[in-house]
């Protein structure tokens, strides 16, 4: 089940449970690991004030929120999701915050910005649920200025380890 899950990551809108997903994400950022990561994506994109920042596959807008504290009053921190349930949250918990963000629903393969326009760009584990992860990277390519940072993070299943003493229901778990 978790695994359709998953896949349905690429099509939210089209479930029959949406919050399910903002459930999930809400879950897994709150880990300490996940946490950790994302302060070193940060470091690693390097964020200032007055700069613009796109986020590919922004889902609830945390770190949009996040680095728009960075890029203050002076930037703008964009988010887009190709899933409008995603991106009525992201509204939602940024209503109020004062913050210089924008969330807009759209596609990784053909984002609606002219070339050029962000300081910088951010996918999340984003790029694992576009058909065309390649193509994708080149939009973000494109709409980032010459000499911008691109910061990229993506989950490796094929790394996944269980560990636990029953081995016939470790390979259940990773066949299924």
Known sequence: MQTTRLAQFGSIDETRDPDYFVRFLDAACASASVQAYKRRLLELLDPRGGQRVLDVGC??????????KLVGAGGLVVGIDNSQAMIG???????????????????????????????????????????????????????TKPGGRIAVYEVD??????????????RKIVNS
């Open 59 to 68: 889902g609830t807008g945390d770190d949009v929120r996040e680095m728009a």
């Open 89 to 143: 949250v992201a509204w939602q918990r940024a209503t109020g915050t004062n913050l210089a963000v924008e969330f807009h629903v759209g596609e990784a393969l053909a984002l609606p910005f002219e070339a050029g326009r962000f300081d910088s760009c951010l996918a999340d584990r984003s790029l694992m649920h576009v058909p065309d992860a390649a193509r994708a990277l080149a939009e973000m390519t494109r709409v």
């Open 157 to 170: 299943f094929e790394t996944l380890v269980i560990d636990v003493d029953d081995r016939v229901l470790a």
